[in-house]
T-cell receptor, first 113, second 112 residues
Framework: GENVEQHPSTLSVQEGDSAVIKCTYSDSASNYFPWYKQELGKRPQLIIDIRSNVGEKKDQRIAVTLNKTAKHFSLHITETQPEDSAVYFCAAILNQAGTALIFGKGTTLSVSS | DGGITQSPKYLFRKEGQNVTLSCEQNLNHDAMYWYRQDPGQGLRLIYYSQIVNDFQKGDIAEGYSVSREKKESFPLTVTSAQKNPTAFYLC???????????FGPGTRLTVL
């Protein structure tokens, strides 16, 4: 079945450094790729998403890139801050009907000052 | 908070009992979803519903049941057939894929 692989599972960086999280997906028909951030004890919240008709999208310090040929997409966080510490999840549409999302297993990002 | 609520926040169940988790939204969203979250496992899809009176199984539907009698409500029943029900359960809604899903605050279920 369809699945989403996410790497790394944990990532530790120094404040001000960049962080990159990568995901691959199996369903070539997927056309929507969101990223969610979940702080400890809180609900996941959307931070950025990208659709298959674009290759890159930026929002301040956050960017997402998509390579449909290789079926992978990445989250880039620049100038990291301690408040960026959280678990990040990537996701992709579950099937060709576009009915649900399947999530990666998450990356725990720790930013130390 | 996006207008999606879950209750209760914490739930304790004895083995062999069925329990129902509530999920309500006032966002006028057509689609609703249930996920289970375990440490290191991400969010795994249990059931989803695109429209009232219709729902589909996700990856881990065994031992769970749902209903969608109203647009605003999508309750999840954890039955005694679910062998390892202790987990954090998240409900979400959206206007329909592929669009942003809004999550509720979650219910933490513990089997005693």
């Amino acid at each position: 079945g369809e699945n989403v692989e996410q790497h790394p599972s944990t990532l530790s960086v120094q404040e001000g450094d960049s962080a990159v999280i990568k995901c691959t997906y199996s369903d070539s028909a997927s056309n929507y790729f969101p990223w969610y951030k979940q702080e400890l004890g809180k609900r996941p919240q959307l931070i950025i998403d990208i659709r298959s008709n674009v290759g890159e999208k930026k929002d301040q310090r956050i960017a997402v890139t998509l390579n449909k040929t290789a079926k992978h997409f990445s989250l880039h966080i620049t100038e990291t801050q301690p408040e960026d510490s959280a678990v990040y999840f990537c996701a992709a549409i579950l099937n060709q009907a576009g009915t649900a999302l399947i999530f990666g297993k998450g990356t725990t990002l720790s930013v130390s000052s | 908070d996006g207008g999606i609520t879950q209750s209760p926040k914490y739930l304790f169940r004895k083995e062999g009992q069925n329990v129902t988790l509530s999920c309500e939204q006032n966002l006028n969203h057509d689609a609703m979803y249930w996920y289970r979250q375990d440490p290191g496992q991400g969010l795994r899809l249990i059931y989803y519903s695109q429209i009232v009176n219709d729902f589909q199984k996700g990856d881990i539907a065994e031992g769970y049941s749902v209903s969608r009698e109203k647009k605003e409500s999508f309750p999840l029943t954890v039955t005694s057939a679910q062998k390892n029900p202790t987990a954090f359960y998240l409900c979400a809604s959206s206007t329909g894929p592929p669009n942003e899903q809004f999550f509720g605050p979650g219910t933490r279920l513990t089997v005693l």
